[in-house]
Structures are given as structure tokens and as C-alpha cells.
């Protein structure tokens, strides 16, 4: 599957900003989604994580209760809503794509993805 994340920018603290990644070329049904973020010389991190049907949904404690990951299969689009963001948000946020048929825990290791979209710039200014 190919991954297109898209919706980043430059917004001030305590803003609004809406991601969207689109998938193509698999059966999107059957992908575990998740978000992550990388600050320059850190590791990947893990920002939330969607399960095929959509029922399920995990966040980093950091996002929990102002960023909220959905799915529409229909439209093979995943997104991340991102409210009350901080300075601390800014990040190349990425979407990625695990093929799986079952839900069998929460995936928070960027390890456990093998398809991954290109990134897109966040930044929030204080």
C-alpha cells in the first residue's frame, strides 16, 4: 500500500490543524493506521493508532484528550485531528500502515509498520 499524508502547517499555540493520509494499492480494511512524529535528532515517536474497523483507538499520553485519530474506509483515508496544540507538537508527522486481520495489541512501536508516507511539516508557534 502507498501512503499520502497531507494537511500540515503553521499554527499558532492552542490552534487547530486537521491531517489526513490517503492510501492506495492494498484493501485499506485491512491495515492497522497509526500516526507518529519525529523532532530532528529523535526517534520516531508514536502519536496514535487506529484499528482496521476503526472501533479502536489508542494515543500517546502527550496527545490524549486534544488529538483524535478516525478512519473512513469507504474513502481509504485516515486522520488526525489536532486541537489545543502546543510548541512541543511541532513535528514531521507521519501515517503508517500495518497489514494485519486481527487486533492483537496496541501497536506504539514504529517497528511494527512496514508502510509509512512521505511525512508532513507541523509546526506550532508560541
Known amino acids: 500500500v502507498q501512503l499520502q499524508a497531507s494537511g500540515g502547517g503553521l499554527v499558532q499555540a492552542g490552534g487547530s490543524l486537521s491531517l489526513s493520509c490517503a492510501a492506495s494499492?492494498?484493501?485499506?480494511?485491512?491495515?492497522?493506521m497509526g500516526w507518529f512524529r519525529q523532532t530532528p535528532g529523535k526517534e520516531r515517536e508514536f502519536v496514535a493508532v487506529?484499528?482496521?474497523?476503526?472501533?479502536?483507538?489508542y494515543y500517546a499520553d502527550s496527545v490524549k484528550g486534544r488529538f483524535t485519530v478516525s478512519r473512513n474506509n469507504a474513502k481509504n483515508t485516515v486522520y488526525l485531528e489536532m486541537s489545543s496544540l502546543k510548541p512541543e507538537d511541532t513535528a514531521v508527522y507521519f501515517c503508517?500502515?500495518?497489514?494485519?486481520?486481527?487486533?492483537?495489541?496496541?501497536?506504539?512501536?514504529?517497528?511494527?509498520?512496514?508502510?509509512w508516507g512521505q511525512g508532513t511539516q507541523v509546526t506550532v508557534s508560541s
Open positions: 494499492g492494498g484493501t485499506f480494511s485491512t491495515y492497522v
Open positions: 503508517a500502515g500495518l497489514r494485519s486481520f486481527v487486533w492483537e495489541r496496541v501497536y506504539r512501536d514504529s517497528s511494527d509498520y512496514r508502510f
Open positions: 487506529v484499528s482496521q474497523s476503526g472501533g479502536g483507538r
